[in-house]
Structures are given as C-alpha cells and as structure tokens.
C-alpha cells in the first residue's frame, strides 16, 4: 500500500510587508499584497493585521479574507493584484470555488491546460495555473471570457480536485 502523500507545509501569502530574512527590497520579486493596499490607502495596518492572523487560521487567499471579512471592494483589490509582478502561490483545497466562476471556461479545457478559474472581481477573472508562465494561455483565457486574467499558481492536485 502505497505511503500517504504528504500535503506540503503553507504559509500564508505575504502581505505583511515585512522583508523575508535575508531579503532586501531590490532583489524582492513582487510587493506583499497587503502593503500595495496599504500604500494604496484603502486598507489600514490594523485590518491587515486582522486579516493575516484570520488566513493563519483558514489557510484562505489574503484578499478572499479582505474582501469577505474586511470588505475591501473587490476594485481596490483587484487594483492591487494588478501592481503584483509575479503570481502568488495559493491552495485550492482550502477554499471553495464557485461552480458558476468555474464554468466560465470548459472543463475539459482546464483539464487539459491544467487551469482553473476560481474567483471573479469585477472585470478580473482569477484563474489558478500549474505552470503560471504559460501567457499566451492567459491572453487565450482573455479572449475566451472577456475578462482580464490575474495568474495565480496551484498545485495541480488541487486544481484536479475541483474540476471533479
């Protein structure tokens, strides 16, 4: 009998906007979410605070927390995922995805580029990949749905799991 797999360890997103150890600002890949809203001035340091410590607990994506428990409007938020360089790591089996966000796109086309969208803000579409460096997927994803695509990045077990 095949050894359980080991589900790796998660950290919560970044947003603090404290510097990894080691790290120094210009060899940063991309601001903490948190801290562009900060900057941003539509989130304070306190709801920060108070959402980090809620994503410790529920392993939820930061702006899932900011906007569902913070009531950070999903254009601030959306605002701020757009000034993220790179994709932020997130973890699909800790959270529900909206059948109706989901069926924006077939299943057997997530299934077969290993995609899937799973949260909508306004005109921004979320969509979780296994290989986020795959942008011509995201303008093909563009295209297709008439939104603007955000590229976050999943496991592909977890994107697996909710395509059924």
């Excluded at 906007?17 to 801290?35: C, D, F, I, V, Y």
């Excluded at 950070?72 to 959306?78: F, N």
């Excluded at 932020?88 to 077939?106: M, S």
């Excluded at 921004?124 to 563009?142: G, H, K, T």
Aim: with cysteine.
């Amino acid at each position: 009998m095949p050894a359980p797999r080991r589900i790796p360890p998660v950290r919560p997103s970044p947003g603090s906007g404290e510097e990894p150890s080691g790290a120094s600002s210009h060899k940063r890949e991309s601001e903490p979410l948190g801290k562009l809203l900060i900057e941003a001035g539509v989130l304070t340091r306190a709801q920060l605070d108070q959402a980090l410590t809620a994503q410790r607990k529920s392993f939820l994506p930061l702006g899932r927390i900011l906007r569902d428990q913070i009531n950070l409007a999903p254009d601030a938020l959306a605002a701020g995922l757009r000034k993220q360089a790179h994709p932020t790591r997130i973890y699909l089996r800790f959270f529900p995805v909206q059948k109706d966000v989901a069926g924006l796109l077939e299943t057997d086309f997530c299934r077969q580029h290993e995609v899937i969208p799973f949260e909508k803000l306004g005109k921004m579409l979320c969509v979780a990949f296994s290989n986020p460096s795959q942008r011509n997927l995201a303008r093909q994803i563009e295209t297709q749905t008439g939104l603007e695509v955000r590229v976050f990045q999943a496991p592909w077990e977890d994107i697996q799991k909710k395509l059924g």
